[in-house]
């Protein structure tokens, strides 16, 4: 078996595993409510794995149906037992780890468990090859979907959150427009180019700055903006194909920045970031 192959092998045995976990629970409440957000982080890598590799909505959804199927004496018996064991045993393990990388098509989400007391942290985040990065950072008391620039002198005049409206575009329709628009020849293969018509997205913009986290390893300065729950709500909302662009019009005429990343395991991570533990 070829290692793509085995890798898509690996994350439907895992998504058939954590569905047929799930639905125990539902039945029996095996699970603690972290357990059960963990478990629900999982299946949402695995599922992600097999979109990306390519796999149909409606085979997701028998695969997760068959697994689903619990008979009515699944409560009774060692089986049972043995399942919430593991489940327990892993999530205390996962419980102790600070930071965790989820890698995605093309980008990665880096989150972390505070285990310091500082002002600002980055609790989820992407970074792009220019310097910029987009996620969540907590700041004091309040939590924000944010977005950073290196400071490099440049006044800013507007920042803006471009996302799909599933609304108004669902992600198949998407797909089918896309082959539609895309050349014969395949095209670009950027992130940029998997943005959706104008038309079809929803528009957030930044609402505030908030103070740059603290600089490591004598790193520049951050000009930090931070977007409404609104905004962040729409992202959780989004396929891990999707892509979130950030439209930056800097002040003075001095023109428009754009940059793209990747939606990805952007909710696996944030349950891992946020759960109570």
């Not at 092998?9 to 357990?35: K, N, Q, V, W, Y």
């Not at 489940?87 to 890698?103: G, N, R």
């Not at 979907?145 to 920042?159: C, E, I, Q, Y």
């Not at 992600?171 to 079809?200: K, Y």
């Amino acid at each position: 078996m070829s290692a793509p192959a085995a890798a898509e092998s690996d994350a439907a045995t895992a998504f058939a595993e954590r569905t047929r976990i799930l639905a125990i629970d539902d039945r029996c409440g095996i699970l603690t409510g972290p357990e059960r957000l963990a478990m629900e982080a999982g299946r949402i890598q695995s599922r992600n794995a097999l979109v990306w590799a390519g796999a149909r909505e409606d085979a997701l959804a028998g695969l997760a149906a068959r697994h689903a199927d619990i008979s009515d004496n699944a409560c009774v018996g060692d089986d049972v037992a043995l399942v919430s064991r593991r489940v327990s045993d892993a999530y205390k393990a996962w419980a102790q780890i600070k930071t965790m990388d989820f890698p995605g098509d093309r980008r990665v989400w880096r989150a972390a468990r505070p285990d310091r007391d500082v002002d600002v942290l980055w609790r989820i985040s992407q970074s792009a090859p220019n310097g910029v990065r987009f996620g969540v950072v907590s700041a004091g008391d309040t939590t924000s979907l944010a977005f950073a620039r290196p400071l490099d002198g440049t006044a800013v005049r507007s920042v803006r959150l471009i996302v799909r409206d599933p609304v108004k575009l669902s992600w198949s329709a998407f797909e089918d427009i896309d082959r539609l628009m895309r050349p014969a020849s395949g095209g670009g293969s950027g992130l940029a180019e998997r943005t959706p018509p104008a038309a079809m997205t929803s528009v957030y913009w930044a609402g505030g700055r908030l103070a740059s986290p603290p600089l490591v390893d004598g790193g520049r300065g951050e000009d930090l903006f931070s977007f409404s729950l609104e905004a962040l709500l729409a992202l959780e909302n989004l396929d891990a194909r999707d892509v979130a662009m950030i439209e930056v019009e800097r002040a003075g005429g001095g023109g428009v920045e754009l940059h793209a990343f990747e939606v990805g395991d952007f909710l696996a991570a944030e349950i891992f970031a946020f759960i109570e533990y």
